[in-house]
């Protein structure tokens, strides 16, 4: 365990196929009538596209927040409210239960109306309204799709990449949907959103530091949600600059352990890891309004 070089985790990823999707995105969006932008309400700042606007070209924008009922709402809302006073349309929804994914739809048939009277004042007959859905990996996308159409037509899975390729799915008698894969920016500058970002599976797990990682959860859970984490493991304390002798503690009390016993590190990295992404810690925001003002 190096402290040094752990606590310093740089996390820089833009594959070949994002910048492709970017290209693609662009060549097509003079095909695209309304954008479905996808983000997770666990990290409603950092989740989001920074550069979306240069992609999509000022074109009607629908801000999805998937995951809404696993969030802290109290964390999450103010969030939400500042991006509707900018005058975007936001819907929360819950992918598990399916709840508000409709309003997706109806709001769409708002732009969809407008669409076709200008079309029908050209002379021009109705026709689908034509919506692209972009988001960063894991956000949701697929089993939002699914939701929408009412059944699975596209691959899920809690790693980015499922999604390979843009491809047109019709999720409405009037709506046709281009899926893209997730995408990220070239450069994070800011490396405390890119560490939430792999947090959440935003990012490759092959190329992050897991110990980093873990520190870093570790890290923003006992700024946002220390309870929380002395409760899931029993500890009375966990000191951020000796975190060697907590992952002791954690892996007695739970079992990480390897031969004779001794305390297997990397069982205790993929305990705490799996135990934040399957949200035994509750519902949890890692972003905050005050961050977004900066």
């Not at 989740?47 to 240069?54: G, M, N, Q, T, V």
């Not at 809404?68 to 509707?84: E, G």
């Not at 792999?198 to 992050?208: P, Q, R, Y």
């Not at 570790?218 to 002798?245: A, C, K, Q, V």
């Amino acid at each position: 365990m190096n402290d040094n070089n752990r606590q310093n985790m740089i996390i820089n990823w833009y594959p070949g196929h994002m910048a492709k999707t970017r290209r693609e995105m662009k060549e097509k969006m003079s095909l695209i009538d309304i954008v479905y932008e996808v983000i997770d309400a666990r990290m409603p700042i950092s989740s989001r596209i920074i550069d979306l606007d240069d992609l999509v070209h000022g074109k009607p924008r629908i801000l999805v927040v998937t995951k809404y009922d696993l969030c802290d709402k109290i964390y999450t809302d103010p969030i939400l409210n500042s991006y509707k006073e900018q005058g975007i349309k936001v819907v929360p929804v819950e992918l598990l239960t399916g709840k508000n994914v409709s309003t997706i739809v109806s709001l769409t048939k708002e732009v969809m109306q407008d669409m076709n009277e200008k079309r029908k004042q050209k002379g021009m007959k109705p026709r689908s309204v034509r919506a692209l859905i972009v988001g960063s990996p894991n956000a949701g996308k697929s089993t939002l799709i699914n939701r929408l159409v009412g059944k699975k037509v596209t691959q899920i899975g809690d790693r980015p990449g499922v999604t390979k390729n843009l491809g047109w799915i019709r999720i409405h008698k009037d709506i046709e949907l281009l899926d893209s894969p997730g995408i990220l920016w070239p450069k994070f500058e800011n490396q405390r959103q890119a560490k939430i970002l792999a947090s959440f599976s935003a990012i490759k797990e092959e190329i992050l530091d897991t110990e980093g990682l873990v520190r870093f959860i570790l890290e923003i859970m006992m700024e946002y949600y220390p309870e929380r984490i002395l409760t899931r493991y029993g500890l009375e304390s966990l000191d951020l600059d000796d975190l060697e002798s907590s992952f002791v503690k954690i892996a007695m009390k739970r079992g990480a352990l390897g031969k004779g016993g001794v305390p297997d590190y990397d069982k205790v990295y993929t305990l705490i890891l799996r135990d934040f992404k399957d949200g035994m810690f509750g519902p949890v925001t890692l972003d905050r309004l005050e961050e977004k003002e900066v």
